[in-house]
T-cell receptor
Framework: AQSVTQLDSQVPVFEEAPVELRCNYSSSVSVYLFWYVQYPNQGLQLLLKYLSGSTLVKGINGFEAEFNKSQTSFHLRKPSVHISDTAEYFCAVSEGQAGTALIFGKGTTLSVSS | EAGVAQSPRYKIIEKRQSVAFWCNPISGHATLYWYQQILGQGPKLLIQFQNNGVVDDSQLPKDRFSAERLKGVDSTLKIQPAKLEDSAVYLC???????????FGQGTRLTVV
């Protein structure tokens, strides 16, 4: 069975600082990986996804993530955060070609202050 | 392109009452999901449809929850009778096919008192 572990429940950072949100997954089969962002009282918005190809994936709002198969990780990074990046971030995995639903981690709260 | 539409946005009911949520996916999306998101947790899959057939309902509490997707488009999720622990946000999502990521609606926040 697949699972996702988001290693930090809360990440406080100052504006314009870099940030990394960590995600590890477990699966016995090939996977697709995703990062979603959720603002208060909103649904989830896709930030970026890895399906195949280059292991460095660029997404919206200046975020990027790197797929590391040997370490089963998919960490999310941004070189300089803004106040508006304050939100909940979810890492998710699916069984790739099998077409299964996304399995989500518990989320990381990113709090950006000035 | 219109997104995933859900209604209502908010619902408050008493325990043991019944409630229904409605979802209209993005046009052309064959796969539809219902997720339950309890406060402070990640979304948990309740059911996945492919067109009007069920792909995965292994985590759906079938003694009280039911869902249908007639004609492979709109979907409804029903809870009867509701329990206090059903208080959560119910998210509907859709995608062209399973596994490739999905587009989410804004959710329905259910409070059971």
């Amino acid at each position: 069975a697949q699972s996702v572990t988001q290693l930090d429940s809360q990440v406080p950072v100052f504006e314009e600082a870099p940030v990394e949100l960590r995600c590890n997954y477990s699966s016995s089969v090939s996977v697709y990986l995703f990062w979603y962002v959720q603002y208060p009282n909103q649904g989830l918005q896709l930030l970026l996804k890895y399906l195949s190809g280059s292991t460095l994936v660029k997404g919206i709002n200046g975020f990027e993530a790197e797929f590391n198969k040997s370490q089963t990780s998919f960490h999310l990074r941004k070189p300089s955060v803004h106040i508006s990046d304050t939100a909940e971030y979810f890492c998710a995995v699916s069984e790739g070609q099998a077409g299964t639903a996304l399995i989500f981690g518990k989320g990381t709260t990113l709090s950006v202050s000035s | 392109e219109a997104g995933v539409a859900q209604s209502p946005r908010y619902k408050i009911i008493e325990k043991r009452q019944s409630v229904a949520f409605w979802c209209n996916p993005i046009s052309g999306h064959a796969t539809l999901y219902w997720y339950q998101q309890i406060l402070g947790q990640g979304p948990k899959l309740l059911i996945q449809f492919q067109n009007n057939g069920v792909v995965d309902d292994s985590q759906l509490p079938k003694d009280r929850f039911s869902a249908e997707r007639l004609k492979g488009v709109d979907s409804t999720l029903k809870i009867q009778p509701a329990k206090l622990e059903d208080s959560a946000v119910y998210l509907c999502a859709s995608s062209l096919r399973g596994g490739v990521g999905a587009f989410f609606g804004q959710g329905t926040r259910l409070t059971v008192v």
